[in-house]
């Protein structure tokens, strides 16, 4: 299914900081076991070095949880040579979020929850699913402690936002995700990690194989058809005429897309793109399993928590009703 280009005006002419690497100098090599003020220290230093990646991961992506949870497994273990599996390095590291300190900003019990999920949904999509009896108590110690609140949806995004932002941004890649993101329902972190060798030209349309998603644990990938407004179609080609297959497409994130949006309308964030190109695509008389489809999501059920109430109870209506007739 090909998309209708978004309906933007021509712009003007123009044109996270990883946390450092492990501590530096060798870790102290001793003799005899240290004595528990030692141990102490060697915490104390180890804590140091890791506030800077424990400070600055964000739960929005899932890649970046994980890639946060293995910078940290990795200087723990370089400053104290305690060696650390992927859940007990989750656990360490949510933990120490939780309680917070003077470096380390506190985080909330659902924040917590989601960080654990994201591991998790990490671990799944290279097939080698992260199964602890340690870890389900902890997430089970989580939704106890309240975790399970309900959370704030992302406002759903309009076709004229998308324009807006678009309309006014001035980095490129950033344009381009925008509008790519918009066109196919996709998640933000789905546009981010898109390689050239992605996006094809097919004949009115491009043809994007998103071949690393959430929803797609063993990468086979799923290909989709989108139409982009002429003057993104064009930056685009430059851009794919200069890169090769395997690099990345776009260099953008979903802090700088968020900030586009939040200048149209507040409230808005990256996931206001996906919620409201689904709520877009049942307005305009989709099916739910039609949207699904253009959606990827794995469900049914996964979908509709994108759809609002009102929304959902009409369609079941209208399904009724045409089923009686």
């Not at 299914?1 to 021509?10: F, G, Q, S, V």
């Not at 076709?159 to 006014?168: C, G, L, S, T």
Request: some cysteine; charged content about 30%; proline content about 5%.
């Amino acid at each position: 299914m090909a998309y209708t280009a978004l309906r933007c005006p021509d712009p003007p002419a123009t044109g996270l900081k990883e946390s450092g690497g492990p501590p530096k100098g060798r870790p102290r090599m001793v003799e005899k076991p240290l004595s528990k003020r030692e141990v102490r220290q060697v915490r104390l230093d180890a804590e140091k070095h890791l506030s800077r990646a424990l400070a600055s991961s964000t739960w929005r992506g899932v890649e970046s949880t994980h890639r946060r949870m293995l910078e940290f497994r990795g200087e723990w273990e370089a400053a104290t040579g305690e060696k650390l599996s992927k859940a007990e390095a989750t656990i360490l590291w949510v933990s120490r979020k939780l309680r917070g300190s003077k470096e380390i900003p506190g985080i909330s019990m659902s924040t917590a929850l989601q960080y654990v999920q994201n591991v998790k949904s990490a671990e799944k999509r290279v097939g080698v699913p992260l199964d602890s009896q340690a870890l389900r108590d902890f997430e089970r110690s989580l939704k106890r402690q309240g975790a399970l609140r309900p959370q704030k949806q992302a406002l759903p995004a309009t076709e004229e936002d998308v324009a807006k932002a678009i309309a006014r941004e001035r980095h490129t890649d950033t344009m381009l995700a925008l509008a790519l993101a918009w066109s196919g329902a996709a998640r933000v972190a789905d546009v981010t990690v898109l390689k050239a060798g992605d996006v094809t030209r097919q004949e009115g349309y491009l043809a994007i194989n998103w071949s690393d998603t959430k929803s797609d644990p063993f990468k086979l990938g799923v290909t989709t058809g989108i139409v982009l407004p002429e003057h993104l179609d064009s930056i685009l080609e430059k851009k794919l005429r200069r890169k090769a297959p395997q690099d990345r497409l776009l260099a953008t994130s979903y802090r700088r897309m968020s900030a586009a949006l939040k200048r149209v309308r507040k409230g808005l964030t990256g996931h206001s793109l996906r919620r409201g190109a689904a709520t877009s695509l049942h307005d305009a008389g989709l099916s739910l399993e039609e949207i699904r489809r253009v959606t990827r999501h794995s469900s049914i059920e996964a979908l509709v928590r994108y759809l609002p109430a009102g929304k959902i109870a009409l369609a079941a209506e209208t399904a009724a009703a045409s089923r009686r007739l």
